[in-house]
């Protein structure tokens, strides 16, 4: 079992910038990947970050440049730094993490959410 907690979230203008953070339960080496989804109402969940085991990072298009995941292995925690934040980038963040399984499939984990919002 894998517990993700997510914090970092929060009311901010347009132009400005947040630090998400993801506290794993266990070492993020573990995973395959562990990343960055966003959700607004009535749409998918769809990937913002990600960041594998080996370090490879993998961006959406709508977030290239103005955002960075990272990871702090001492800590089990990934961050996704946000800048240049822009209305559109409202919604719930959820991180996720792929975990390897004997079958050769993933399984998914999934934090609570934490909601960002962003004002005009």
């Known amino acids: 079992q894998v517990q993700l907690v997510e914090s970092g979230g929060g009311l901010v203008q347009a132009g400005g910038s947040l630090r998400l953070s993801c506290a794993a339960s266990?070492?993020?080496?573990?995973?395959?990947?562990i990343g960055w989804y966003r959700q607004t109402p009535g749409k998918q969940r769809e990937l913002v970050a990600s960041i594998s085991s080996g370090g490879n990072t993998n961006y959406a298009d709508s977030v290239k440049g103005r955002c960075t995941i990272s990871r702090d292995n001492a800590k089990n925690t990934v961050y996704l730094q946000m800048n240049s934040l822009r209305p559109e980038d409202t919604a719930v963040y959820y991180c996720?993490?792929?975990?390897?399984?004997?079958?050769?499939?993933?399984?998914?984990?999934w934090g609570q959410g934490t909601q960002v919002t962003v004002s005009s």
């Open positions: 266990r070492s993020t080496f573990s995973f395959n990947v």
């Open positions: 996720n993490a792929k975990i390897p399984l004997a079958s050769g499939r993933e399984y998914d984990y």
